[in-house]
């Protein structure tokens, strides 16, 4: 550098041709020709179309073999390490204890391979349904699947119920469900275990379901979005790894109440000013345990959020009831082709929802926030709507409801806040169904012999 006392500090450029002159001719810098110019950046679109075509090559490589290595290694390490009851859950609020103790195929049950009745005579009869089926809040015993297989084997009948029960399930679910475990587990008789108006109406939540909390605005969460993406392209890649991460991950007890509560924490971040309003005026004790992590918060998210849940498809006339209608017939008629595919007897059995049969249920369904009608404890609306879709379906429908009514003006059926069924609900719900079930298999053994006959018959001809 060279000082100027009228320019300043002036530096050397090699390229102008005043300083050139004063450089070696070795190194003058020479600017390149326009022929020059096009053949580097040329050479380096080639030298970059390399590297990424490269990067692709050893990626694929590499997905190739951690692939490869899933499904040698992480196989044989799976399947050493599975145990009959490969989730162990334990579930505690202040209203209920439970254990629950999931199979492989992600339902609380047995290993249907392991106890899968090889004797001829036994009748298998599967039940598809939700939480209340799945038996959310007592011990699998209590639950009405276990009970009814108890009931019928106590009068005589070779029985295996088979637990396919969902918490958070929806007939879209059902029919998911019944298509892929109908095939595996070769039952006789299906039951679908249909809630009481909460099925109908989920249908019209369908679309929100896999959203964020819904807070009328439809806002998604591109990160959840984005995380769900990866974990389909690892489960894709390397299931078995991915089983093993699940399994150990889900091995130990499930502190509930944290979940609970940092669900709830992230429920409240998400609503509007509307929604906040209507939740700071529900009940103190609902508004505390939801708080506190001791109540479902999924219950009071829908009160607070649409507090007309309930009411939205109680109008049978209204035309968003009937396309609801119309919806879980077109599920129910899913699940009825796999039955006939598969020479399966179907039955809708209608589950009572508290808030239909007992004013005691009913006024705890109000207190979470919902917008009830007192027309709910007298009238048969939301039966209706399931025996309208079996209809459609052609599938046979089946009600307790009145029977239920009887037996709530005596004794406790339901949690009072979850609004499950307790110990006594699941007992009398597997009882009441227990009588159309047994009918289901007379009518099945009465097939069975006709079948018999005919083959022993097919047989006398081929040989006379």
């Known amino acids: 550098m060279t000082l100027d006392a009228a320019a300043g500090p002036v530096r050397h450029d090699p390229c102008r041709a005043r300083d050139r002159a004063a450089w070696p001719v ?44 899933d499904r040698t290694l992480m196989r044989l390490v799976v399947s050493s390490t599975r145990i009959p009851t490969s989730t162990r859950m334990v579930y505690k609020t202040t209203e209920f204890e439970f254990i629950a103790d999931i199979n492989s195929d992600g339902f609380r049950d047995v290993e249907f391979s392991e106890d899968a009745p090889d004797d001829g005579d036994t009748i298998q009869i599967a039940v598809v349904g939700d939480s209340f089926t799945y038996g959310w ?61 909460d099925d109908l109406a989920q249908l019209g939540k369908q679309t929100d379901q896999n959203s964020a909390a819904d807070t009328g605005r439809g806002v998604v969460s591109y990160l959840g979005l984005l995380r769900a993406a990866a974990s ?12 093993y991460r699940w399994s150990k991950l889900h091995t130990q007890a499930t502190s509930l109440g ?53 009411l939205d498809t109680w109008d049978l006339n209204s035309h968003h009831t009937a396309a609801l209608v119309d919806s879980m017939a077109e599920y129910l008629s899913r699940i009825n082709n ?29 207190r979470l926030g919902f917008s009830l009608d007192p027309e709910m404890l007298t009238s048969g609306n939301a039966d209706r709507a399931v025996q309208m879709a079996a209809a459609i379906a052609r599938v046979e429908c089946y009600s307790v409801l009145s029977e239920f009514r009887l037996e709530a003006a005596r004794v406790p059926l339901y949690f009072v806040f979850d609004g499950h069924f307790n110990a006594e609900g699941h007992h009398l719900y ?14 099945r053994r ?3 012999g006709n079948e018999q006959y005919d083959s022993v018959t097919n047989v006398f001809s081929e040989e006379h």
């Open 430 to 443: 597997a009882r009441l169904v227990a009588k159309k079930v047994e009918e289901l298999i007379q009518s």
């Open 446 to 448: 009465g097939k069975r």
């Open 338 to 366: 796999v039955c006939v595919d598969n020479k399966v007897t179907p039955l809708v059995t209608i589950v009572p929802n508290g808030a239909y049969v007992s004013s005691k249920d009913y006024d705890s369904t109000a």
């Open 26 to 69: 070795a190194d003058r810098c020479v600017r390149p020709t326009t022929e020059q110019s096009s053949f580097v950046t040329s050479s380096t679109k080639h030298n970059m179309k390399k590297k990424l075509l490269l990067l692709a090559l050893s990626t694929s490589f590499s997905v190739l073999c951690l692939a490869g290595l």
């Open 232 to 243: 389909r392209l690892l489960r894709r890649v390397m299931p078995n790894t991915m089983e």
């Open 137 to 197: 809040g007592v011990y699998e015993n209590d639950a009405w699947p276990r009970v009814l297989e108890k009931i019928l084997q106590a009068r005589g009948h070779h029985v295996r119920v088979i637990n396919l029960g969902k918490p958070g399930a929806s007939p879209k679910d059902y029919a998911n469900v019944v298509s892929k475990m109908i095939p595996a587990v070769r039952p006789e008789i299906l039951l679908v275990a249909v809630l009481q108006g």
């Open 258 to 310: 944290y979940v609970w509560r940092k669900q709830s924490s992230e429920a409240i971040e998400r609503w509007n000013s509307d929604q906040r309003e209507r939740f700071n005026g529900c009940d103190a004790t609902i508004r505390r345990m939801f708080m506190d992590g001791d109540l479902n918060p999924s219950l009071v998210h829908i009160a607070v959020t649409d507090p007309r849940y309930f």
